[in-house]
């Protein structure tokens, strides 16, 4: 998306989309997880801050290929539609149990049991650990 908005300036060269979608294979596995880290320490302060401890589960050449295929097929920006949204809304492919026009569903009864999953402690602010 910072190729359409015209903001890549904020990545450094040779590390961007471009680069990564323009190889394939373990090239391209062995360029995705040298990009994590660069990224981590050569980016803006933002790009910086958004990958540092980045990491991967990918393992599969093959795998990251097809992700970077459907992910460059991705209309961004459209007139017509709001493709983040659609990507909300309808996570599952045609076909799936939850495919329909209900998906929202879905994600509220999760926001429905989430709370229940965790007991407040108070005076507790469980995201402040993470900030000592």
């Known amino acids: ?3 359409e908005t ?5 990545l450094p060269k040779g590390q961007r989309w471009d680069d990564l979608a323009g190889r394939s294979g373990v090239e391209q ?3 995705y997880k040298r990009l994590l880290l660069n990224l981590s320490a ?3 302060p933002r790009v910086r801050d958004i990958y540092t401890d980045a990491a991967t589960t990918l393992r599969q050449p093959k795998t990251l290929t097809e992700l970077v295929k459907h992910i460059d097929g991705l ?3 459209s007139e017509t ?3 983040m949204g659609d990507l909300w809304w309808n996570p599952y492919p045609k076909g799936h149990p939850y495919s329909g026009s209900n998906q929202g569903d879905v994600y509220l009864r999760l926001l429905g049991v989430a709370p229940n999953l965790v007991t407040p402690v108070r005076g507790v602010i ?3 650990a993470s900030l000592e």
């Open 126 to 128: 469980p995201w402040a």
């Open 6 to 10: 015209e903001r890549e300036d904020v």
């Open 29 to 31: 596995l062995d360029f």
């Open 1 to 3: 998306m910072l190729k």
């Open 75 to 77: 209309q961004w920006y």
């Open 81 to 83: 539609r709001e493709h």
């Open 42 to 44: 050569l980016g803006s």
